[in-house]
């Protein structure tokens, strides 16, 4: 048996990958059900405080910066075990899915507002100055011509975060979310042979590769000259 | 002698320490067109952005077109809507085409229909001469053309005075005719103007009074003709030596 073949037997086990095609493929489902749910929720919810934050009200603003600063700086797997082992002790026990989805979705956000924030304030103060003289009030200011102008300038940073926070489905694993990662790593134990690791890898390429070129297109499409 | 259409009276702006105006009376009667110059710093552009309430005065009265601009129960978004402003950095909003700009306050403040608020701007479009030019956003445009577009957004409101504060100093040397020939047609069809500038030409032209300012004070004030041959303040003179210098 040459090296080839041995690395093909150990890593593109065919049998094996047949096997465990199923698996893997309900790991895709539920990976891409967290992954839309999370990106919904969490940009939203960036989008919410950061318009919130617009509003320029100081209480309301201390505390949307410190519950963003704690979810900017905790490692999301941290808030996952908080949420999944400790949210019980308080009376509300989440399923592994919804406590990713929930700390996911907040880390998201958090990071989400600081990039819309700073589009928001990066738009020039002319440009509010403008709107206002010609009656324009401040919701419509915002909405007709400073978001438009913001979310512009935030579509790439916007686009990796997302990504990266996405990608980040695969740490439900610990809290036993059927995902790609933790259909593949059973499979991979049952099996005694990593092939399923590699279709995972596989699935997440196929997943999250469509978003990067997406991504990428909505950056061309939606820039202008200036 | 006319009821005056903006009627300022007693106005002060502190900006923390700073005190930027101090004690400013200006009242401008329809169809009068009034220049404001002086060093930079003097107080000028913040005394036409009291005007209309961009800046919070921090004592004084203004009232335009008979209403009171600092009247907590005034609705100052209709109000504003009688006061055009044309910017020196022209703020057209960048994502929008020419004729979005101009009908964009026309929809959402005077509550046009899509449709009249397109005929609307491209008639004011038409008269700042960019009726071509609908279609092109504020990048595709020179600096000329866009604040001739600028100019159009405010018109189109039908403003009872229009408010120009420094509106060719970004532009390339060139490109000013075209911004002072739409000014002095707007002057023509009777538009109250209250216009912060340097162009000591189109003052000299085009203006009924002058106003120098210095330190937050208006110095002294009369035609044209009088402010720059023969100004009775020192500072005046200074300024106005300096200025035609160059």
């Known amino acids: ?226 | 002698m006319a009821a005056p259409i903006v009627d300022a009276r007693g106005l002060h702006k502190h900006f923390g320490a700073l005190h930027v105006l101090r004690g400013v009376d200006l009242s401008v009667v329809e169809r009068e067109l009034v220049f404001i110059i002086g060093p930079s710093g003097s107080g000028k552009s913040t005394l036409l952005r009291c005007l209309n309430r961009l800046e919070e005065p921090s004592a004084g009265s203004v009232v335009v077109d008979g209403i009171d601009m600092l009247d907590p129960r005034t609705d100052i978004n209709h109000a504003r809507q009688r006061i055009g402003m044309v910017f020196q950095s022209f703020n057209l909003y960048p994502h929008m085409t020419a004729l979005g700009n101009v009908t964009l306050a026309l929809r959402k403040v005077a509550g046009k229909s899509r449709a009249a608020a397109e005929e609307l701007g491209r008639a004011a479009l038409a008269r700042v001469g960019l009726a071509d030019r609908a279609g092109h956003t504020p990048g595709q445009l020179s600096g000329g053309q866009q604040q001739r577009v600028a100019i159009a957004r405010a018109i189109a409101l039908e403003p009872r005075v229009m408010l120009f504060d420094e509106p060719t100093s970004a532009l390339d040397p060139e490109l000013v005719g075209s911004v002072l020939e739409v000014m002095r047609a707007l002057r023509e069809s009777g538009m109250t103007m209250i216009v912060v500038s340097h162009e000591m030409g189109f003052a000299r032209n085009a203006a009924d009074r002058v106003l120098f300012m210095d330190h937050g004070a208006i110095v002294e004030e009369g035609p044209p003709a009088a402010i720059f041959e023969r100004p009775a303040h020192e500072r005046t003179r200074s300024f106005i030596g300096q200025i035609q210098r160059h």
């Open chain 1, 1 to 226: 048996m040459s090296r080839w073949d041995r690395f093909v037997e150990t890593f593109l086990n065919g049998t094996v990958m047949w096997k465990y095609l199923p698996d893997i493929l309900s790991g895709v489902v539920v990976t891409i059900e967290l992954a839309v749910l999370v990106v919904i929720t969490g940009l939203t919810a960036g989008l919410v405080l950061a318009l919130l934050r617009s509003l320029a009200i100081r209480p309301i603003n201390a505390v949307i910066v410190l519950i963003v600063d704690c979810f900017r700086s905790l490692p999301p797997l941290v808030v996952i075990v908080l949420i999944y082992f400790g949210l019980p002790s308080a009376g509300i026990s989440p399923s592994g899915f919804v406590s990713t989805w929930l700390s996911l979705a907040l880390v998201l956000m958090s990071f989400s507002e600081e990039i819309f924030w700073a589009g928001i304030t990066s738009v020039a103060r002319g440009q509010w100055e403008a709107a206002r003289s010609t009656g324009l009030t401040f919701g419509q200011t915002l909405l007709h011509v400073v978001l438009p102008q913001a979310l512009r300038l935030t579509i790439p940073p916007l686009t990796n975060r997302t990504i990266a926070i996405t990608k980040g489905t695969a740490l439900g694993t610990v809290v036993a979310v059927t995902e790609i990662l933790g259909q593949a790593s059973s499979a991979m134990s049952n099996s005694y042979n990593p092939s399923p690791l590699m279709m995972g890898a596989a699935a997440y390429l196929v997943l999250f590769f469509p978003v990067v070129v997406v991504g990428r297109w909505i950056e061309t499409r939606f820039a202008w000259k200036r």
